[in-house]
């Protein structure tokens, strides 16, 4: 049985270009699970699933347990209110507590850049899965997203891809712009410059201002969540303002090459990121990306757990 | 105590620029003599020295030694016995203790520990303002009656520029010294490493240089204006330094120093959210490290201090996000020091001078002397010697380094601190 370079996956750096081309891969047999109408498998039986979340994401987490769930996993789920954090136990006490517990995969999703790495330092046995650290990564998101592009697109290597809006702050964009540049496609990001982070070029991608010039000839056109407000000052003058500049219009899109598909990592501010015809017309995949994230997540929870596949 | 005779050491005097190899004879707690012809008495213990340096006692100006109030990071008995260690018999230590040192009763607490300890002499620095607040003056005055010899809200800045002009113009009469941490807290809060390609890489929220360099400018401004005396704490960006090379060459009366971290590492060395690389100001990249070379260099950084911060893991072992800033650097100085020695940017002289004698002279402190009649109060340097930075082989409380369990070379052998041992690894 295959298997993945890295014990934990934390960031997309972790992972090597056959990493990711087998997690793919096994994302497309895992799938077809999904589409019968018993949808479980029994190679994960007897393993056990913490989902760790201190910052509250109902989709996110509901796609993990369904695919740890469907690989007839145990699953427990955490979530901050109930957490022992409020009650002052450090990350490295909480995991030093689950590990005695002998979990097999701990995911962690937390408001702290880094924090699964440094959860993973604690953990002898089970695996970590950074499902969003902060404003730094969200590496099974982007896996889901080069998924969903190369199912629709057939390929990777040699695209175009445009990301629009909040760079800086967006941790699915600081993994896609690294996964899509390592799966050899060209990544371009464009926003207002109060949302790039500096020296987004370290990540792979490169900048331009004008969002047409990001998605002109473009394949994939990724649209970021916009949030209003950071450390209490807004990025932008207003969402009225955004929406005229750098909203994904239906005449934005005119520019892209044709067949181009439509992205956003969800979810949608209805009218601000992307116009509504755009977000439900034709060549939108934003629910494919839904759906698409449980079968890459079993594909990872498969592959982290490789002895009983 | 017997009377010793160091035999063949390169001594070296900053004040007299004294570079010469001879012996040092040290009796009754003094430097009797000097030279290449002195003729010890019987009983001497004779200690061969050859390739080491002797320097005067090396001053620290900018340590916390967490005294009162956060005993269990640092005391000031564990923070002086880490400076001689490191070769230094003074250090001037910062005001954010709890409580702060604002009065003079907390400042004569800090001296009497320090003499009860009897390592290093400890010089405190008391706030400019009440309680680090910003808020109102500290009482200057009665502060520098009880022994302080410098005023700073390090830790902070004064982040009110009408406030910072009150402090400098109030000090100007006093002839006392305000020492600035820099800080533009509007471009830096929320930040927890240099904002640059390493911030983006980690996804942490950065803190731009301008945030040092306005604030060194405004401070800077402010010094010119008010005609006072003006100290840059660990100076950290290619713009500071550019500011307050200009600003002496206009004859501002601003002093700067920098620290070890910022001429030997650079943000890379947060990666991994490595906590124990975390300080603020934080690691910058190679083109500002090479700035502070240059200062240090051409004379625009006055002083070498460490800004020892030392905190327990409580503070460290956590997200990086919240860990708390600040390394220990007493024991680490001195050998990262002598990297710039053998990079031929200092000679030996100047790197004492920058380590020794223009801290005391910035604060107004005798010593930093090796001359016959004195107090002995040096350091013996053994330029070649390695040693492992670990648990063992550090005296700080605290273990917070990036350097820990990295081999480092050159040290310090023999501390004698007005006239007593305090540090010996040469017998
Ligand atoms: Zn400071
Ligand atoms: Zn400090």
């Known amino acids: 049985m295959n298997r993945l370079s890295s014990r934990h996956i934390l960031s997309i750096s972790d992972l090597g270009q056959k990493d990711i081309e087998l997690i793919l891969d096994t994302a497309d047999s895992l799938s077809q699970i999904l589409t019968r109408p018993i949808k479980k498998a029994p190679p994960l039986r007897g393993r056990t699933i913490v989902n760790l979340f201190f910052e509250p994401s109902t989709r996110t987490r509901l796609s993990f347990e369904l695919a740890a769930k469907r690989l007839s996993a145990d699953t427990v789920s955490v979530s901050a209110a109930a957490s022992s954090v409020v009650k002052g136990e450090t990350l490295i006490d909480t995991a030093k507590n689950i590990e005695a517990m002998r979990p097999d995969v701990v995911v962690l999703r937390h408001p702290c850049s880094g924090a699964s790495h440094l959860m993973a330092r604690y953990m002898e046995r089970a695996a970590v899965i950074n499902a969003g650290d902060g404003m730094n990564e969200h590496p099974t998101q982007a896996l889901l997203d080069l998924f969903t592009v190369k199912r629709h697109l057939g ?15 967006s941790r699915v964009a600081h993994s896609d712009i690294r996964a899509f540049a390592k ?58 303002e955004y929406a005229s500049v750098y909203g994904l219009t239906s005449e934005r899109l005119k520019l892209a090459r044709p067949g181009a598909i439509v992205m956003h990592p969800g979810p949608v501010n209805r009218g601000v990121e992307i116009a509504p015809q755009v977000q439900d017309g034709p060549f939108s995949v934003i629910l494919d990306q839904v759906t698409n994230g449980v079968a890459v997540r079993m594909a990872i929870l498969s592959l982290i757990l490789p002895e009983t596949v | 105590m017997r009377p010793i005779f160091l035999q063949n050491l390169r001594i070296l005097d900053p004040e007299t620029r004294l570079d010469v190899t001879g012996d040092i004879l040290i009796m009754d707690g003094r430097i009797a003599a000097i030279g290449d012809e002195i003729s010890p008495p019987d009983d ?43 070769g230094f018999t003074a250090v001037a230590s910062m005001p954010n203790t709890n409580p702060v040192n604002d009065t003079s009763a907390v400042t004569r607490f800090v001296i009497e520990r320090a003499i009860s300890a009897g390592y290093a002499s400890v010089y405190p620095v008391a706030s400019i303002t009440k309680g680090l607040k910003g808020k ?75 945030a040092e360099d306005i604030a060194v400018f405004r401070d800077v401004c402010l010094a010119e204006f008010t005609g006072a005396r003006l100290h840059i704490a660990h100076v950290s960006t290619i713009g500071a330094v550019q500011i307050i090379r200009q600003a002496k060459a206009m004859g501002v009366k601003v002093t700067a120093e920098t620290a070890p971290h910022y001429f030997s590492l650079t943000e890379e060395a947060v990666l991994g959210y490595d906590v124990n690389a975390k300080v603020n100001p934080p690691l910058r990249t190679e083109e500002d490290r090479l700035a502070v070379i240059d200062g240090l260099r051409d004379g625009t950084i006055d002083v070498i201090a460490t800004d020892h911060a030392p905190h327990s893991i409580l503070e460290k072992e956590k997200e990086f996000e919240t860990a708390a800033n600040g390394m220990i650097g007493l024991e680490t100085a001195l050998p990262l020091a002598l990297e710039l020695v053998r990079a031929g940017v200092l000679t030996p002289l100047e790197l004492i001078r920058r380590m020794s004698l223009n801290p005391r002279k910035i604060l107004g402190i005798q010593g930093g002397r090796i001359k016959p009649g004195g107090a002995a109060d040096l350091c013996v340097i053994d330029p070649e010697a390695m040693f492992v930075v670990n648990r063992e082989n550090l005296r700080s409380r605290s273990l917070n380094t990036p350097f820990l369990g990295k081999t480092l070379k050159g040290r310090a052998v023999l501390t004698v601190s007005c006239g007593k041992i305090v540090h010996n690894l040469l017998w």
């Not at chain 1, 500096?198 to 990540?203: D, F, G, K, N, W």
């Not at chain 2, 916390?64 to 640092?74: A, D, Q």
Request: some cysteine; charged content about 20%; proline content about 5%.
């Open chain 2, 136 to 210: 109102e003056l500290s009482e200057f005055a009665d502060l520098m009656g009880a022994g302080a010899v410098a005023f700073s809200d390090d830790g902070y800045p004064v982040s009110d520029p009408g406030m910072m002009r009150l402090a400098l113009e109030y000090a100007k009469g006093l002839g006392a010294l305000i020492i600035s941490h820099a800080e533009e807290l509007a471009l830096s809060s929320g930040g927890v490493l240099n904002e640059g390609r390493i911030s983006t890489i980690l996804g942490l929220k950065g803190i731009p240089s301008a």
């Open chain 1, 183 to 240: 799966m050899g496609a060209d990544v371009f990001v464009s926003g207002p410059a109060t949302m790039f982070p500096s020296q987004v070029e370290a990540l792979g991608a490169t900048v331009v201002l004008r969002p047409e010039d990001a998605i002109k000839e473009a394949d994939v056109v990724m649209a970021l969540r916009i949030q209003k407000e950071r450390q209490g000052r807004s990025l932008i003058p207003g969402v009225r």
């Open chain 1, 155 to 169: 390929r990777l290597s040699g695209l175009k891809v445009a990301i629009i809006g909040d760079i800086a702050h």
């Open chain 2, 44 to 86: 001497v213990r004779m200690v061969d020295c050859s390739g080491m340096w002797a320097a005067p006692g090396l001053m620290d100006m900018h340590v916390h030694l967490r005294e009162p109030g956060e005993e269990y990071k640092e005391t000031i008995e564990t923070g002086t016995l880490a400076a001689v260690a490191g």
